[in-house]
């Protein structure tokens, strides 16, 4: 493993940190407010937004990276964002009515919708152990994603379809971006997001303003996912092929599998711990494993 792509793997690493504290904190707002879906996801970005503002306006160097983001990259973060959007939208939907551990192992298909985009149409190529470690890890979100009970079929095809959605950005960077601006590149989402659900919320007829408390709760969960997640997230794309890009987040949905069990009262049994296990067999031959060098 080259230097470059360990780096790459430690910005994954930290963007699943902050992914997990940002789905956490917006299951904890749908089980206890019902907010609905674009109302959580309008008042956190937009919240988010206002609160880094600042640290992209009082520096020229700042100012500067993302009006090159916005000159040089402006068409592929409209489209990717509008597809996130949609994906955000969907995934919120079949979290309020889906248990954490479940819906957060599930919209991990990203993996495998990476790698068939990156192997289809970015030329990159799999080992053989690498394949195999793909195949036991999407075996492992299957068992968890059919757990009768803790997953409606509904929402794990709204999840599933998310997760594609979340990919094609993935893609389009990859494709049409050389070296992308992570922050830059994040703050300037943020502010399409926030567009993005204002409007659809007044479409709908969903738009009400909720407590202010819940407002800066959202905001914050949004800061750590929405933004420094993302950001090292879009930073991680400069050092690494789309087919690896998320296999170090399938980490990420094993721990919410456990916040779930231990602090919200989720259901644990025998298929959940093997599903679990496979996830991280095949994390392991993904990422970790080294073939043995003969002296």
Do not use: C, W
Request: proline letters at 3%.
């Amino acid at each position: 493993m080259t230097g470059n792509e360990k780096k790459g793997y430690f910005y994954v690493f930290l963007t699943g940190v902050f992914f997990a504290f940002e789905v956490i904190g917006f299951k904890e707002i749908f089980r206890k407010y019902n907010s609905e879906p674009e109302i959580a996801a309008l008042f956190g970005v937009g919240f988010a937004f206002i609160i880094v503002t600042p640290y992209f306006l009082f520096s020229k160097k700042r100012q500067s990276k993302v009006i090159t983001t916005i000159k040089r990259d402006g068409l592929i973060l409209t489209l990717g964002t509008i597809s996130n959007a949609i994906g955000i939208v969907l995934y919120y939907y079949a979290l309020r009515q889906t248990d954490l551990g479940p819906s957060a192992i599930l919209i991990k298909t990203t993996v495998l919708y990476n790698v068939l985009l990156g192997v289809f149409f970015l030329g990159e190529k799999l080992k053989g152990r690498e394949v195999f470690g793909i195949l036991i890890a999407v075996l492992g979100i299957y068992m968890i994603s059919t757990l009768q009970g803790q997953i409606k079929l509904i929402s794990a095809f709204l999840i599933l379809l998310s997760a594609f959605l979340f990919a094609i950005q993935s893609y389009m960077i990859k494709k049409y971006i050389p070296e992308i601006l992570g922050l830059e590149y994040a703050y300037l989402r943020l502010f399409l997001l926030s567009i993005f659900f204002f409007l659809y919320s007044l479409y709908i007829g969903s738009f009400h303003i909720p407590n202010i408390s819940v407002i800066v709760i959202l905001g914050l969960f949004s800061l750590l996912g929405y933004f420094l997640g993302r950001a090292f997230y879009f930073e991680a794309h400069n050092h690494l092929p789309i087919s690896k890009l998320n296999a170090t987040l399938l980490i990420e949905p094993i721990f919410l599998m456990f916040v779930g069990i231990l602090f919200m009262k989720e259901p644990f049994d025998s298929q959940k711990l093997i599903g679990a296990g496979f996830i991280l067999l095949g994390l392991y031959l993904i990422v970790f494993h080294k073939k043995k060098v003969k002296p």
